[in-house]
């Protein structure tokens, strides 16, 4: 499937429902940092040396050990998409906004499923990176190794016996392994606790972020948790240490759900009500109401109390409703208010009453 | 049918949305004072002379002619009902919240079809009043003269050639008849012109106040308009001159709507549909923002925008919804809170999906 397909349809297999622990976590991603020697890092690099980058990794997909452990990646330069298809990737967590920057040097190799990805030339040569829902960071890590190590095989990583993988990050170099979870707080954040809890995390050497990467805020109750350092620790130890706070986290959010339906159990299906009803007929959603909405919503559907809707389509709710993906549905340029009324038609017709 | 039934039933006739120009006036209200020679006024009257007058009423009404051009009116003494029927009285808006103070004085007569009633003992010895659906002041007259006709063939009431009929308070005296009408003007709320069209309307000598009678404020954009001095005028004037100013507000308010649909489409949509889906699924509605939320329905199905849902339903809930109904149906004391609770649940369940 070509890269056009994947930009054009809003359903990524991270979405899928059917992860383990999936009333909290939604999705768990890993990727390493990789570095080929006798390049530059990327932000040094021309553009005649970019795409000899690109080309070795071309050439390194190609490898029949690789594509059978790992099934077939395609490269696509970023140069072929319109800057409303890169958008759309970034809203599919498919890449970085980073990629975006500088785009005529970038590539991205991507499985059909979505699950395995490689980004080019980003801050480093290679990412490669494995998403999956629910809390599989496990999982995740197996194919992102099995595949980095079949492209070791034919590619020079920059590797040095006392540091690791080198990288043009000083916090990737090491392991160069990021994990990350994606996680819905709702309960937390309604009892007022959640400032305290991600402070924790913090203290831990652990980083939060909203759901849009740095700098963004935390939109619609998700965070995302991830490793700060990739040095001195093993790819086991990074992955063991992020799934057990996960895990803590989960029973944080669980007692504080627990603690709002038994408490305060008509104000709580209330607020998912009102948010449902209004999903259900507004004609007007911004992205930032959109998603607090949405949350209520998932929230509901794992407490049981919205029983006709699945979460699966909440999280490809979430995705569709970004900007990128509805301005490229429209086809054309539009304005923050035909992008909210367009949100609120595209939201009511998936909620529809069957 | 006796009293008990008509306190536990919402429906009352003036609900129907079958009466004319039902999209912006939803009720007509005629109602004379009448007063019997020989009596003091009521607030003078003792508890025996006061069961006098309410004796002589009921046997007034026994009268063939009567029953033959008014039909059959029961007389129920208000001390017969519980204080939560009596205020359901008021709520139905068959008799004033006045009726309710010194209630072992009081009585009021009814027909079935709650069109026709009679307080007695009010503020004057008998108030007569006809209460339709849509802008029907002329039937509604038709039907009060008719009865008051009638009755004034067996009782001796107070009367003056040159002052027309007394009443105990002077804004009554005359022809002792107050005509009103009860509009929805949300275009006119909305576009903001409501405050200078009411100014107007209080400066040709009506009154306007909000939907429960005096000193409440207009809950829901319902307004009654209803003529301040009956003395001087012909009952006809008095009804011709309160029909022409709601004719001319309904054309105000209908190009209020217009604007509003043609300028603010989407808006409009919005907050109608926002209101649709939060009466569908909140699980906690005070009063106020039941009715606030009721208009925008109604002004929905009046503008089509809402399809599903009958004008007489909006009514009905807006009856329904108060608190001595929703006390009355639980059968005990209730909170705020727990009112505030089983009105959602009522609203949730009357909108159900069919």
């Known amino acids: 499937m070509a890269l056009k397909d994947t930009v054009s349809r809003a359903y990524s297999n991270w979405m899928a429902g059917s992860g383990p622990e999936n009333d909290i976590v939604i999705s ?14 990327p932000h040094m690099l021309s553009l005649e040396k970019a795409e000899e980058v690109i080309h070795a990794l ?34 599919k967590h498919l890449i970085s906004p980073d990629l975006l920057k500088g785009h005529e040097k970038k590539a991205i190799a991507l499985r059909d499923d979505e699950v395995l990805s490689i980004m080019v030339n980003e801050e480093d040569h290679l990412r490669v990176q494995s998403l999956l829902p629910g809390l599989q960071l496990e999982s995740a890590w197996d194919q992102v190794n099995r595949l980095d190590d079949e492209l070791e095989k034919t590619l020079d990583y920059a590797f040095s016996e006392r540091l690791g993988y080198l990288s043009a990050c000083p916090t990737n170099v090491g392991t160069g392994l ?28 652990l980083t939060v972020r909203g759901l849009y990467g740095e700098g ?59 948010s449902y009803g209004i999903l259900k007929y507004a004609r007007i959603l911004s992205t930032d109401e959109a998603m607090k909405r949405f949350s209520d919503l998932r929230l509901g559907i794992d407490l049981n109390i919205i029983t006709d809707t699945k979460p699966e389509l909440v999280t490809e709710l979430m995705v569709l409703t970004r900007p990128a993906f509805l301005v490229s549905k429209a086809g054309s340029d539009m304005t923050v208010f035909e992008r909210d009324v367009k949100r609120a038609e595209l939201v ?7």
């Open 348 to 354: 009511r017709n998936k909620l529809k009453v069957k």
């Open 28 to 41: 768990s991603r890993i990727r390493v940092a990789r570095n080929m020697s006798h390049f530059a890092f």
């Open 58 to 91: 071309t050439l390194a997909l190609e490898n029949k050990d690789l594509k059978f452990s790992s099934g077939h990646l395609e490269v696509s330069r970023m140069s072929e998409l319109s800057p409303v298809e890169r958008q759309i990737l970034v809203e």
């Open 216 to 274: 963004t805020e935390a939109a619609g109750n998700l965070f995302q948790i991830s490793n700060q350092v990739t040095l001195g620790h093993s790819e086991n130890e990074i992955i063991q240490n992020i799934v057990s706070v996960t895990k803590q986290l989960q029973e944080r959010e669980k007692t504080a759900r627990k603690a709002l339906y038994n408490e305060r159990r008509s104000q709580l299906e209330d607020r998912i009500g009102r």
């Open 178 to 205: 990021r994990a990350s979870v994606m996680v819905h707080l709702p309960g937390l954040v309604h009892t007022d606790q959640i400032k305290g809890v991600l402070n924790t995390v913090s203290k831990i050497g």
